[in-house]
Nanobody
Framework: VQLQASGGGLVQAGGSLRLSCAAS????????LGWYRQAPGNQRELVAT????????TYAGSVKGRSTISTDSAKNTFYLQMNSLKSEDTAAYYC??????????WGRGTQVTVSS
């Protein structure tokens, strides 16, 4: 499976973005799908995860209530909808999947820049 993240860009504070991660294979068979982010000088941190079969989601406290992770198995794509964006959301966002064997795969980052 290969992952292609897209949807980043420059947005004003309070605005919204939807990030997409397109997989080259079926996401339904994977164990976990997720989004992470990394700001300059910071460690990569978890933003949100979802289990593709059960739909169980988890969110970092910093984005909870402002973000929604979702899937479209027919398109082998998952999304991160981010609303009420803040300057501290500025980071490179990476999609991630883990298969049933526990093997993880990262996509390339997509940059999100929030101007205040």
């Amino acid at each position: 499976v290969q992952l292609q993240a897209s949807g980043g860009g420059l947005v004003q504070a309070g605005g919204s973005l939807r990030l997409s991660c397109a997989a080259s294979g079926s996401i339904f068979s994977l164990n976990v799908l997720g989004w992470y982010r990394q700001a300059p000088g910071n460690q990569r941190e978890l933003v949100a995860t979802i289990t593709p079969r059960g739909g169980t989601t988890t969110y970092a406290g910093s984005v909870k209530g402002r973000s929604t992770i979702s899937t479209d198995s027919a398109k082998n794509t998952f999304y991160l909808q981010m609303n009420s964006l803040k300057s501290e959301d500025t980071a490179a966002y990476y999609c991630y999947v883990r298969d049933i064997r526990g093997l993880g795969l990262w996509g390339r980052g997509t940059q999100v820049t929030v101007s205040s």
